[in-house]
């Protein structure tokens, strides 16, 4: 059964504002069209209920209509959040923008200014404390139920909740003799991607699909019963941990997506590398990788003295310097790497220009001259 749909907005400039998404959201993906309809219909609602007078694009002003609107998203209870209130910001003005093109009304371009959009605030990474991760893991195993196993996968995959709600029946896939990974579909930046898992995960989605199949909804092809939409399963299980967090006493501030932080620095913990890290989150930037990442001073002395026992990025010195004659064929060779070696050191040092391709070559060069040498030498 799907919810019921809002009735349409009643406004003159509901036509000139549905024109300008359309054309601005042709290419794009249908939930972010979505939400440029939700911002112009929630501007235009503001609009006619506090300056009903204003029926036309030319009666449109940045004071008191455009500040008016900010002004209430950002005093409207329950608050909304700074990431939320840029992003209508955002869809807003470009929407003005497309509308100054179309309707040759350059003014509405400048309603909303570059200043007017805040900052995003850096927040600290928020993983779960080792106590806190190990308390709801053993009530999530005691429990066995279709939240728990839910939130259990999340938590050792560093899915998206939107992602966990959107897995498919056959999600998970065997790579090898006893090697699974899950299969995680187009999500918050449209990247699909392979988790690798090992058997716990393996067991967590056997469970998942027997609660499926006792589940009375017909089959639809998802991991996860869906009791009327998306947001309804997301709801669900953001419910069942804050009931699981204080049957527990711990803190009901806990919310599912610190599970991907937990998940996060946990695999870096482990040792997996940073780009690869980044790949099983699904993110695009290193910046977006870091904002989950609880690197503690023990893990930087860690990576500082494994850096200095075991360097894997410097060129191996030679042996010797200068040998010289005296050392035979050997000291040639090694007298050969030397000067390669020096030749290489400068090489780098140098911005791209001629000189630097010129060294490039001498150094090819005195390979080939080391290559010949040992030749004689095996003669």
Not at 10 to 29: G, K, M, N, Y
Not at 78 to 86: D, N
């Amino acid at each position: 059964m799907n919810l019921p749909r809002r009735p349409p907005l009643q406004h003159c400039l509901v036509a000139a504002f549905d024109r300008a998404v359309a054309s601005l959201t042709a290419a794009l993906h249908p939930e972010t069209a979505r939400h440029y309809r939700g911002t112009a219909r929630n501007f235009l609602s503001y609009l006619g209920a506090d300056h009903a007078p204003v029926i036309a694009l030319e009666q449109l002003r940045r004071d008191p209509h455009v500040l008016g609107w900010m002004t209430r998203l950002r005093t409207q209870r329950p608050s909304l959040g700074t990431a939320s209130y840029i992003n209508r910001l955002i869809a807003l003005r470009c929407i003005f923008v497309e509308l100054a093109w179309n309707q040759q009304l350059p003014d509405l371009a400048h309603l909303i200014r570059r200043e007017d959009i805040p900052r995003l605030p850096q927040r600290l990474p928020r993983p779960l404390t080792a106590d806190q991760d190990e308390l709801l893991r053993q009530e999530f195993l005691r429990r066995n139920d279709l939240g728990s196993n839910a939130l259990l996968l999340i938590r050792h995959t560093g899915m998206r909740i939107g992602e966990c709600a959107d897995l498919s029946w056959d999600c998970l896939r065997a790579m090898g003799p006893d090697h699974w990974a899950i299969h995680v579909p187009l999500g918050k930046l449209q990247i699909e991607r392979m988790v690798p898992v090992h058997n716990f995960v393996r067991d967590l989605v056997y469970r998942l699909r027997f609660f499926r199949f006792l589940d009375p909804l017909p089959p639809d092809g998802r991991l996860l019963p869906r009791p009327r939409a998306k947001a309804t399963l997301i709801r669900y299980l953001r419910d069942y941990l804050h009931e699981v967090c204080y049957s527990l006493g711990l803190s009901t501030a806990i919310v599912p997506h610190q599970f991907r932080h937990t998940y996060a620095t946990e695999m870096l913990r482990a040792g997996v590398g940073f780009p690869v890290l980044m790949k099983l989150l699904g993110h695009t930037c290193p910046e977006m990788t870091m904002r989950y990442l609880d690197v503690a001073v023990p893990d930087l002395q860690r990576e500082f003295q494994l850096a200095r026992s075991r360097p894997r990025h410097l060129i191996p010195q030679p042996t010797a310097l200068w040998t010289g004659a005296r050392g035979g064929i050997e000291g040639v060779i090694n007298s050969l790497l030397a000067a390669q070696h020096s030749l290489e050191m400068y090489r780098r040092t140098l911005s791209a220009s001629a000189s630097r391709i010129h060294l490039d070559r001498l150094s090819n060069r005195l390979s080939k001259i080391v290559a010949e040498v040992r030749n004689l030498s095996t003669a």
